[in-house]
């Protein structure tokens, strides 16, 4: 404020135009919101719900492969979606654990998928012909065991990036898997993550997969996470899917094809006095194309002629619009070939 304001707001004051008592009523009618500076809201509740959403599809997706891949029954569902620095959940991972490395295409970062010893052992048990037990003793995985837990992992990608292609097109890419939490750094220890966990049961033995992902890395897409734009893509993309089923299931579809090699008009009477030996003449000529019908309708034109000693036609035109229509409607009705 300048002084000549201040002098201006002392002298209010002073003549008692100023009412100070209303002036400490009105001020306790303002509502505050305690805000974190430590721990920043990022994401608004409706992107929360778009993500949520994303990966419940994920996690039906999840129920179904996985009880393929390891033969045993599996569920999956989302148990949270939250914001939290980094470090709070690094410090909240046990170890050893199991966390693979992924890189997220397009963008440059990486995100980390997490999932609990547990978990692992059980499937690891099931591929390699076992009951999917689990002895409750954590160590590190053997060498064989991080390949097929990699592969596993790597069809889990395939259906993340399946969910995810609603609302962005993205590629999820394994690059390295480790056992300590304090060993993988994808952004710093303050820097804001969007954590979903996936509780799952393989069997008889539960267990939480984590999915971190961090800000920076989702910052350009975040104008996209929104429940609306979700359903949007969802219906879009179940259009698509239906017609590429639509055009699929047609191309099996068996329909009639003729060759007409000419036709003319007769009236009744000559029909009717037709007799073996009658020679009927035909509008069209040898140097003439003929007409190739697909159903009921004139779809090409063909020159006639042999191939390999069997009857045959090449095709010289294809009709389309009006010149369909014309090579239909200069044909008349009575039509005799």
């Not at 959940?89 to 966390?99: A, C, E, G, Y």
């Not at 069809?155 to 999820?172: A, P, Y």
Request: hydrophobic letters at 40%.
């Amino acid at each position: 404020m300048s002084q000549s304001e201040i002098d201006s707001l002392l002298s209010a004051l002073t003549s008692g135009s100023v009412d100070l008592d209303s002036i400490s009523e009105n001020s306790g009618d303002y509502k505050v919101k305690v805000y974190d500076f430590k721990r920043p809201d990022k994401f608004s509740k409706d992107q929360l719900r778009a993500i949520q959403m994303i990966h419940e599809s994920f996690a039906r997706q999840l129920t179904t492969v996985m009880s393929t891949l390891i033969r045993s029954m599996v569920s999956a569902e989302v148990a949270s979606v939250d914001q939290l620095a980094y470090e709070e959940f690094v410090n909240s991972l046990v170890q050893p654990t199991v966390i693979g490395t992924v890189e997220m295409h397009p963008f440059d970062g990486n995100i980390l998928v997490e999932l609990n010893p547990n978990l692992v052992f059980s499937i690891i048990d099931r591929m390699l012909g076992g009951k999917g037990e689990f002895s409750g003793k954590v160590r590190e995985l053997t060498d064989i065991e991080k390949t097929v837990t990699e592969r596993v992992m790597m069809r889990m990608l395939e259906l993340l990036e399946d969910s995810w292609s609603t609302v962005v097109d993205v590629r999820f890419r394994f690059e390295s898997m480790e056992s300590n939490p304090f060993f993988v750094q994808i952004c710093p220890p303050r820097d804001m993550v969007l954590l979903v966990i996936m509780k799952l049961k393989v069997g008889d033995i539960e267990g939480m997969m984590s999915l971190c992902f961090p800000y920076f890395l989702m910052e350009p897409i975040v104008d996209k996470l929104s429940s609306q734009q979700w359903f949007a893509s969802t219906s879009r993309k179940r259009d698509e899917d239906e017609r590429e089923c639509i055009v699929s299931s047609l191309g099996s579809v068996r329909i009639p094809l003729s060759l007409e090699l000419g036709h003319t008009v007769l009236s009744l009477a000559d029909v009717y006095a037709l007799e073996p030996g009658d020679v009927i003449r035909l509008d069209e000529t040898r140097e003439s194309d003929i007409s190739i019908r697909v159903g009921n309708h004139v779809r090409f034109k063909a020159r006639p002629g042999t191939r390999h000693g069997r009857l045959a036609a090449e095709l010289t035109r294809v009709l389309n619009g009006t010149a369909q229509e014309e090579a239909e409607g200069g044909e008349g009705d009575g039509r005799s070939s």
